[in-house]
């Protein structure tokens, strides 16, 4: 799967202003805080 899941806001402060990063697939960097993580989609839970 090539296509990128998008965050709409830093999980730790909650600035919008968010970049690719270039540390690796699936990371982003807030340039609000600085920090620097990473976004895995796991998949769906089935069902009981």
Same mark, same amino acid.
């Given at each position: 799967?090539?296509? /990128?899941?998008?965050?709409?806001?830093?999980?730790?402060?909650?600035?919008?202003?968010? +970049?690719?990063?270039?540390?690796?697939?699936?990371?982003?960097?807030? +340039?609000?805080?600085? /920090?620097?993580?990473?976004?895995?989609?796991?998949?769906?839970?089935? +069902?009981?």
């Amino acid at each position: 799967m090539s296509e /990128r899941a998008t965050p709409f806001y830093c999980p730790y402060c909650a600035d919008e202003d968010l +970049r690719p990063s270039e540390e690796g697939h699936g990371s982003w960097e807030c +340039r609000g805080c600085t /920090r620097v993580f990473t976004l895995k989609y796991v998949g769906l839970k089935a +069902r009981a």
